[in-house]
């Protein structure tokens, strides 16, 4: 019963409604206990021969009046119980995703997308089901338990009362003992399902890598193999589970069978009448229920503890990165001075960035080089604050970028990712995503300097073309250049391009770069590229190698030191000059 101390929070929120509802339950239960009374009442007439047409016709009003109070009692119980569990529903759901959206990359790096899913999907219903079917049968089965054995000793035979509860202790034992199996059955279920889901996310998202390698089969089979899993520790929940029903219906059949005996004794002994030992076994029959309920209780229980715990364990992963109390609540601008003597990614064994420092006049434009790995997108990650825990300081606008909020940083800085994710809506949301009350004025100019207007104005529906699912329905080079129209429309302080040409043709990237040049005369530049052309007009160039800083300067500079960058691109221009068939210098 731990999940209902660790869900008081919410029942205190809504303890009228709960209130009010477990009231209408108590009042369904004392209800309840009317008809079998008088049902050994008519009995009891019709052996004596009592029983007339008037007094007949008042015990069907009674019994039909009752039957109308608790059909509306049973309404607005439910609507109160079960309207509270929905909006738990919603509450967890709502802390959950905006507690997703404040965890840092490292988090997601560590989680699966599928697994986050499955918690805000089956562990809320858990949880759900416990606040509402949990509630109602805790109290259901205590106040109609109660109150029938209440009516059975204090108006019929308490000796016989205490003869039916002889099996009792029977099903208390085995009822916990099925929980505490069903807790931990049912939180492998829950990680097997999450399995599934993570699968299944990732096989539809990479259906053209899995076509195009013709995977197709073993791809089935891995699903296949995870669904069978699922099903399988599905399959052991159930199998206890299963056992709630007939331990229960042993211990009513016992129930009965003492009750019969000893009723038929009594009535041979003139203890009671026949019409109490029927009223007697129909108070039995509406022990059933609290019984079964108690069955139920812990299986909803157990599962909504379980899922609970799953639940606590995402919302107790640390933000990391928190705003200070005096954080500034302006957004930076200014010069950007980076000195970073080391960082660790969080897991890593060796440094990602050593010894790399440099200082960017605002308006300046920075090209930083280097092969895969060698740290380009490490200095970009830590200028969007995504990590901290670095030995070094980085200042903008004459402020450390802790010192800002987060939320402004981010304002200052338009990022275009290598991995372009585009939203499954139209164009011109895509582009406009960052100012949704955007003139359509403003959208288009933010096109054409990323020159993708004329593209666009080819789609089916120009502007209001939907791209499908992550862009599915763009080219590499289309989705680029969208990326770099929507990061435009923050109109931000400073850009970064994370490698972000490296799908568009060597004119069109020319083109590009000219346009920035002249959009963003005034603003920060910073280009990460694999293409010396991309980034040979810098102010300042960073050739990069290992995590560090092995040279540094103006196109010019390079070229004069005839280091790596010479070599680097020397040997692009002659893959250039290969790629055009070949030529004469």
Not at 140 to 156: E, K, Q, R, W, Y
């Amino acid at each position: 019963m731990k999940v209902f101390l660790k869900l008081g929070w919410f029942f205190k929120l809504q303890w009228r409604e709960y209130t009010i509802g477990i009231v209408m339950l108590i009042f369904v239960a004392l209800l309840q206990l009317v008809p079998p009374k008088i049902i050994g009442y008519t009995i009891d007439e019709i052996g004596t021969g009592t029983l007339t047409k008037s007094s007949l016709l008042k015990w069907i009003s009674i019994i039909a009046l009752v039957a109308l109070c608790m059909y509306v009692l049973r309404y607005y119980w439910r609507k109160m119980i079960f309207g509270s569990s929905n909006l738990l529903a919603k509450i967890m759901r709502e802390k959950l995703f905006r507690h997703f959206t404040k965890l840092g990359t490292s988090f997601y790096q560590q989680r699966r997308i599928g697994d986050l899913m499955a918690h805000a999907t089956n562990d809320v219903s858990a949880v759900q089901q416990t606040a509402g079917g949990g509630v109602l049968t805790l109290f259901d089965s205590i106040t109609t338990g109660g109150f029938v054995l209440i009516a059975m000793a204090f108006t019929i035979d308490w000796r016989l009362t205490l003869i039916a509860l002889i099996p009792m202790p029977l099903m208390a034992f085995s009822t916990s003992y099925y929980g505490k199996l069903i807790h931990q059955r049912f939180r492998d279920a829950q990680a097997a399902f999450s399995d599934l889901n993570d699968k299944t996310q990732e096989s539809i998202s990479g259906v053209k890598v899995i076509k195009s390698f013709g995977y197709q089969q073993e791809d089935i089979e891995d699903f296949t193999k995870l669904s069978k899993d699922v099903v399988d520790k599905n399959i052991r929940v159930a199998r206890i589970d299963s056992l709630f029903d007939p331990t229960i219906s042993l211990v009513i059949a016992i129930s009965y069978f003492l009750t019969l005996a000893f009723g038929a004794k009594f009535i041979v002994e003139d203890a009671m009448s026949i019409g109490d030992l029927v009223a007697f076994t129909a108070y039995l029959g509406l022990l059933v229920w609290p019984m079964l309920a108690i069955g139920m209780l812990f299986n909803i229980v157990e599962r909504g503890h379980a899922s609970y715990e799953r639940i606590e364990q995402i919302l107790n992963e640390p933000i990391g990165m928190e705003d200070r109390a005096d954080a500034l609540t302006h957004v930076p601008s200014g010069d950007l001075s980076f000195h970073i003597n080391s960082f660790t990614f969080p897991g890593d064994a060796t440094p990602s960035l050593r010894q790399v420092h440099f200082e960017l006049k605002e308006g300046q434009t920075l090209g930083i080089v280097g092969k895969t790995g060698a740290g380009k997108s490490a200095i970009l990650k830590l200028l969007l604050r995504q990590f901290d825990g670095f030995d070094g300081s980085i200042i903008l606008g004459g402020h450390t970028i802790e010192a800002y909020e987060k939320n402004k940083l981010r304002q200052a800085i338009g990022y275009v990712p290598q991995d372009h994710f585009l939203f499954s809506t139209t164009v011109y949301q895509n582009i406009a995503f960052a100012q949704v009350d955007a003139a359509t004025e403003e959208v288009e100019q933010a096109a054409k300097v990323a020159h993708i207007h004329e593209d666009i104005l080819r789609f089916s529906n120009g502007y209001e073309t939907v791209v499908g699912e992550r862009g599915v329905a763009l080219s590499g080079g289309q989705k680029q250049r969208i990326s770099i129209a929507r990061a435009l429309m923050m109109q931000p302080n400073v850009l970064i391009l994370d490698d972000s040409l490296s799908a568009v043709d060597a004119k069109t990237e020319e083109a590009i770069l000219e346009s920035l040049k002249m959009a963003r005369d005034k603003a920060t530049t910073i280009i990460t590229s694999h293409r010396l052309s991309a980034i040979q007009h810098a102010h300042i160039i960073l050739f990069m190698e290992n995590g560090t800083v092995v040279e540094k300067g103006t196109h010019e500079e390079l070229m004069e030191l005839q280091g790596r960058y010479y070599e680097m691109y020397q040997l692009q221009q002659l893959e250039q000059l290969v790629e055009q068939g070949g030529g004469t210098q």
